[in-house]
Protein backbone atom coordinates (compact mmCIF):
# COMPACT_ATOMS: atom_id res chain seq x y z
CA UNK A 1 0.00 0.00 0.00
CA UNK A 2 1.12 3.28 -0.09
CA UNK A 3 3.37 4.89 2.55
CA UNK A 4 3.49 8.51 4.35
CA UNK A 5 3.05 11.11 1.74
CA UNK A 6 4.19 15.04 2.73
CA UNK A 7 3.31 18.02 0.79
CA UNK A 8 5.15 20.20 -0.30
CA UNK A 9 8.53 18.89 -0.71
CA UNK A 10 9.95 21.74 -0.48
CA UNK A 11 8.99 25.42 0.66
CA UNK A 12 10.69 28.65 0.67
CA UNK A 13 8.98 30.98 2.83
CA UNK A 14 10.11 34.83 3.39
CA UNK A 15 10.33 35.90 6.78
CA UNK A 16 7.41 36.05 9.28
CA UNK A 17 5.18 34.06 6.52
CA UNK A 18 2.75 31.16 7.89
CA UNK A 19 3.36 27.97 6.64
CA UNK A 20 1.77 25.10 6.33
CA UNK A 21 3.16 21.36 6.19
CA UNK A 22 0.59 18.78 5.25
CA UNK A 23 1.14 15.03 6.04
CA UNK A 24 -0.92 11.91 4.74
CA UNK A 25 -0.28 9.09 6.89
CA UNK A 26 -0.52 5.51 6.41
CA UNK A 27 -3.90 4.65 6.17
CA UNK A 28 -5.32 2.64 9.59
CA UNK A 29 -2.27 3.87 11.80
CA UNK A 30 -3.31 5.35 15.08
CA UNK A 31 -0.22 7.30 15.80
CA UNK A 32 0.92 10.21 13.81
CA UNK A 33 4.30 11.93 14.61
CA UNK A 34 6.33 15.32 13.73
CA UNK A 35 9.66 15.52 13.88
CA UNK A 36 12.17 18.65 12.95
CA UNK A 37 15.70 18.20 11.37
CA UNK A 38 18.00 20.14 11.24
CA UNK A 39 20.95 20.17 8.51
CA UNK A 40 23.45 17.80 10.03
CA UNK A 41 21.30 16.26 13.10
CA UNK A 42 18.91 13.85 14.07
CA UNK A 43 15.34 14.09 14.06
CA UNK A 44 14.04 15.80 16.79
CA UNK A 45 10.55 15.06 18.17
CA UNK A 46 7.72 17.76 18.19
CA UNK A 47 4.47 16.68 18.65
CA UNK A 48 2.33 13.31 18.77
CA UNK A 49 -1.16 12.41 17.71
CA UNK A 50 -3.34 9.65 18.54
CA UNK A 51 -6.27 9.38 16.39
CA UNK A 52 -7.50 13.40 16.72
CA UNK A 53 -6.15 13.72 19.87
CA UNK A 54 -3.33 15.64 20.01
CA UNK A 55 -1.22 13.52 23.36
CA UNK A 56 2.56 15.44 23.47
CA UNK A 57 3.55 18.65 22.46
CA UNK A 58 6.31 19.16 24.68
CA UNK A 59 8.79 19.08 21.59
CA UNK A 60 7.05 22.11 20.07
CA UNK A 61 9.76 24.78 20.14
CA UNK A 62 7.43 27.74 20.41
CA UNK A 63 4.18 28.60 20.14
CA UNK A 64 4.32 29.93 16.66
CA UNK A 65 4.04 26.06 15.78
CA UNK A 66 0.70 24.52 16.08
CA UNK A 67 -0.52 20.80 14.99
CA UNK A 68 -3.86 19.79 14.29
CA UNK A 69 -5.31 16.16 12.96
CA UNK A 70 -8.99 16.54 13.49
CA UNK A 71 -10.34 13.88 12.07
CA UNK A 72 -7.77 11.69 13.08
CA UNK A 73 -6.08 11.20 9.75
CA UNK A 74 -4.82 13.55 7.82
CA UNK A 75 -2.38 16.26 10.09
CA UNK A 76 -0.92 19.85 9.16
CA UNK A 77 1.46 21.46 10.87
CA UNK A 78 1.53 25.39 10.86
CA UNK A 79 4.41 27.72 11.60
CA UNK A 80 3.21 31.40 12.07
CA UNK A 81 5.77 34.40 11.19
CA UNK A 82 8.64 31.75 10.14
CA UNK A 83 12.01 32.78 11.57
CA UNK A 84 15.17 31.91 9.85
CA UNK A 85 15.68 29.32 12.46
CA UNK A 86 12.62 27.33 11.69
CA UNK A 87 14.89 26.10 8.45
CA UNK A 88 14.80 22.44 8.61
CA UNK A 89 13.20 19.22 7.15
CA UNK A 90 9.82 18.18 9.09
CA UNK A 91 9.32 14.64 8.71
CA UNK A 92 6.27 13.08 9.55
CA UNK A 93 5.62 9.61 10.80
CA UNK A 94 2.74 7.08 11.34
CA UNK A 95 2.60 3.61 13.12
CA UNK A 96 0.39 1.29 14.46
CA UNK A 97 0.10 1.59 18.61
CA UNK A 98 3.44 0.56 20.18
CA UNK A 99 4.88 -0.78 16.23
CA UNK A 100 7.72 0.80 14.28
CA UNK A 101 7.51 4.19 12.82
CA UNK A 102 7.42 4.50 9.16
CA UNK A 103 8.65 7.74 7.57
CA UNK A 104 7.47 10.32 5.10
CA UNK A 105 10.10 11.87 2.57
CA UNK A 106 10.11 15.12 4.72
CA UNK A 107 9.20 18.51 4.00
CA UNK A 108 12.55 20.69 3.44
CA UNK A 109 11.47 24.51 4.63
CA UNK A 110 13.85 27.23 3.99
CA UNK A 111 13.10 30.35 5.33
CA UNK A 112 15.26 33.77 3.73
CA UNK B 1 14.06 10.72 29.62
CA UNK B 2 15.70 8.89 27.25
CA UNK B 3 19.13 10.10 25.61
CA UNK B 4 21.48 8.30 22.97
CA UNK B 5 24.83 8.52 22.04
CA UNK B 6 25.84 7.54 18.80
CA UNK B 7 29.45 7.09 17.24
CA UNK B 8 30.61 10.37 15.58
CA UNK B 9 31.09 10.38 11.65
CA UNK B 10 32.03 10.47 9.09
CA UNK B 11 33.08 6.63 8.60
CA UNK B 12 34.57 5.52 5.30
CA UNK B 13 35.28 2.50 4.30
CA UNK B 14 36.69 -0.11 1.62
CA UNK B 15 33.86 -2.45 -0.37
CA UNK B 16 34.01 -6.00 1.85
CA UNK B 17 35.16 -3.90 4.81
CA UNK B 18 33.79 -4.71 8.43
CA UNK B 19 31.50 -2.04 9.88
CA UNK B 20 30.68 -1.22 13.40
CA UNK B 21 28.62 1.75 14.84
CA UNK B 22 28.46 2.30 18.09
CA UNK B 23 25.26 3.13 20.00
CA UNK B 24 24.59 3.57 24.19
CA UNK B 25 21.81 4.70 25.37
CA UNK B 26 20.09 6.15 28.83
CA UNK B 27 16.40 5.21 29.86
CA UNK B 28 14.50 4.12 32.76
CA UNK B 29 13.63 0.30 32.16
CA UNK B 30 14.13 -1.55 28.74
CA UNK B 31 13.23 0.48 25.57
CA UNK B 32 12.82 -1.07 22.48
CA UNK B 33 15.86 0.14 20.29
CA UNK B 34 15.74 0.58 16.66
CA UNK B 35 17.91 1.89 13.67
CA UNK B 36 16.66 3.79 11.17
CA UNK B 37 18.78 4.47 7.53
CA UNK B 38 18.55 7.65 5.60
CA UNK B 39 20.30 7.09 1.92
CA UNK B 40 21.06 10.58 0.01
CA UNK B 41 17.87 12.50 -0.56
CA UNK B 42 15.54 10.04 0.77
CA UNK B 43 13.36 9.58 3.55
CA UNK B 44 14.46 7.49 6.78
CA UNK B 45 13.91 3.84 6.80
CA UNK B 46 13.47 1.41 9.22
CA UNK B 47 17.00 -1.01 9.39
CA UNK B 48 15.78 -3.07 11.67
CA UNK B 49 14.33 -3.03 15.82
CA UNK B 50 14.61 -5.29 19.25
CA UNK B 51 12.05 -5.07 21.92
CA UNK B 52 13.86 -6.96 24.77
CA UNK B 53 17.31 -7.59 26.26
CA UNK B 54 19.27 -10.40 23.99
CA UNK B 55 17.25 -9.92 20.96
CA UNK B 56 19.04 -9.56 18.02
CA UNK B 57 17.45 -7.59 15.10
CA UNK B 58 18.29 -8.32 11.34
CA UNK B 59 18.36 -6.84 7.76
CA UNK B 60 20.76 -6.55 4.88
CA UNK B 61 23.10 -8.47 6.61
CA UNK B 62 23.09 -5.81 9.36
CA UNK B 63 22.98 -7.29 13.03
CA UNK B 64 22.45 -5.19 15.98
CA UNK B 65 21.72 -7.00 19.45
CA UNK B 66 20.20 -5.57 22.54
CA UNK B 67 22.91 -5.50 25.48
CA UNK B 68 20.73 -4.81 28.63
CA UNK B 69 23.91 -5.08 30.90
CA UNK B 70 25.87 -2.32 28.73
CA UNK B 71 22.72 -0.26 27.47
CA UNK B 72 24.24 -0.98 24.32
CA UNK B 73 22.90 -1.17 20.57
CA UNK B 74 26.24 -1.60 18.12
CA UNK B 75 24.89 -1.97 14.54
CA UNK B 76 27.39 -4.27 12.55
CA UNK B 77 27.77 -5.89 8.82
CA UNK B 78 30.37 -8.58 8.08
CA UNK B 79 30.78 -7.12 4.62
CA UNK B 80 29.71 -3.19 3.34
CA UNK B 81 28.55 -2.26 0.16
CA UNK B 82 29.15 0.81 -2.05
CA UNK B 83 25.39 0.91 -2.12
CA UNK B 84 25.49 1.10 2.38
CA UNK B 85 27.02 4.70 2.23
CA UNK B 86 24.05 6.39 4.07
CA UNK B 87 23.09 8.14 7.34
CA UNK B 88 22.60 5.59 10.22
CA UNK B 89 21.26 6.58 13.07
CA UNK B 90 20.47 4.82 16.56
CA UNK B 91 16.86 5.38 18.50
CA UNK B 92 15.44 4.08 21.44
CA UNK B 93 11.82 4.60 21.86
CA UNK B 94 10.81 6.68 24.67
CA UNK B 95 8.58 4.80 27.42
CA UNK B 96 5.79 5.64 29.08
CA UNK B 97 3.75 8.59 27.02
CA UNK B 98 4.02 9.11 23.87
CA UNK B 99 6.19 6.37 21.97
CA UNK B 100 8.38 9.15 20.46
CA UNK B 101 11.72 8.22 18.95
CA UNK B 102 15.14 9.33 20.21
CA UNK B 103 17.05 9.68 17.53
CA UNK B 104 20.82 10.17 18.04
CA UNK B 105 23.06 12.41 15.87
CA UNK B 106 23.49 10.44 13.14
CA UNK B 107 26.82 8.24 10.99
CA UNK B 108 27.30 8.88 7.82
CA UNK B 109 28.57 6.03 6.10
CA UNK B 110 30.87 6.07 2.97
CA UNK B 111 31.59 3.14 0.88
CA UNK B 112 34.64 3.04 -1.32
CA UNK B 113 34.40 0.33 -4.25
Known amino acids: GAGVSQSPRYKVAKRGQDVALRCDPI?????LFWYQQALGQGPEFLTY????????KSGLPSDRFFAERPEGSVSTLKIQRTQQEDSAVYLC??????????FGPGTRLTVL | GNSVTQMEGPVTLSEEAFLTINCTYTATGYPSLFWYVQYPGEGLQLLLKATKADDKGSNKGFEATYRKETTSFHLEKGSVQVSDSAVYFC????????????FGKGTKLTVNP
Open chain 2, 91 to 102: APLAQGGSEKLV
Open chain 1, 93 to 102: ASSLRSNEQF
Open chain 1, 27 to 31: SGHVS
Open chain 1, 49 to 56: FQNEAQLD
